[in-house]
């Protein structure tokens, strides 16, 4: 019997994804008003939280605007391949500030514990990890990436599987933020470096040395691709 992995869903996404769609096949054209919350909440079958968290997304984009009292209107449609592309990049990009965000609040709790809990074994996992580093997959999102891996290995390192599972559940974009910046000259190095920090703060014990090479870490991320050094590719 062979049992796959759930994967964690953005439901979100979904929406915007319909969105555009209906932009593509000329349903919505620019100056449109969209429907109402809880019409398009109840035809997605999704709640109206999750629709605002879309909405959100897509007027930062410039896709829609909200008008005080009138409702959401389409603001401009995607009449070229390469505005299609850069919405969805730039759609990406922001989640993956989010995801960083939020990283620099719960994986810093997570490398704490994990420098207090940590067994020898569990050590050795993370350097195994560490040292598999290299050519990112693009195209992969299996576990055993070394990227992922480590992360992965650390939060397993707690002995608290609620953390294991917070990792667990973002593994697809841990893997879209290593691939956003993976190109960039000398990058790959880096990453190494800032992940060995990690990893010997771990082995000595210290949560706090630990907390603190993994915010330099996330900076450094969250660095490159808010001044725009990743290109299209990633």
């Given at each position: ?107 810093t709790g997570i490398v704490e514990l994990a420098a207090l809990r940590a067994t020898e074994q569990d050590i ?57 910046t993976v190109d960039i000259p000398g990058r790959k190095a880096e990453v190494y470096k800032e992940h060995f920090r990690i990893l010997q703060a771990i082995k000595e014990k210290d949560p706090q ?26």
């Amino acid at each position: 019997m062979t049992i796959k992995k759930i994967k964690y869903h953005r439901v979100y996404e979904d929406v915007i994804e319909q969105i555009e769609n209906l932009i593509l096949e000329g349903n919505l054209a620019p100056g449109d008003v969209l429907p109402t919350e809880r019409e398009l909440a109840q035809a997605f079958g999704i709640s109206r939280g999750t629709l605002r968290e879309a909405f959100r997304i897509l007027e930062r984009e410039g896709l829609i605007e909200t008008r005080p009292g009138g409702g959401r209107f389409l603001s401009k449609n995607l009449s070229k391949a390469e505005d299609q592309k850069r919405i969805i990049e730039n759609i990406e990009r922001a989640t993956i500030m989010e995801l960083l965000e939020a990283r620099e609040i719960f994986e810093t709790g997570i490398v704490e514990l994990a420098a207090l809990r940590a067994t020898e074994q569990d050590i050795a996992e993370i350097e195994n990890a560490l040292e598999r580093w290299g050519t990112i997959d693009t195209d992969s999102d299996d576990p055993t990436n070394p990227d992922q891996a480590f992360h992965l290995s650390i939060a397993k390192a707690t002995h608290n599987v609620v953390l294991v599972n917070l990792i667990d559940l973002h593994m697809d974009l841990l893997q879209k933020t290593a691939t956003k910046t993976v190109d960039i000259p000398g990058r790959k190095a880096e990453v190494y470096k800032e992940h060995f920090r990690i990893l010997q703060a771990i082995k000595e014990k210290d949560p706090q040395k630990a907390k603190e090479a993994l915010l330099h870490h996330i900076g450094q991320v969250k660095s490159n691709i808010m001044h725009n050094k990743v290109g299209s590719n990633g």
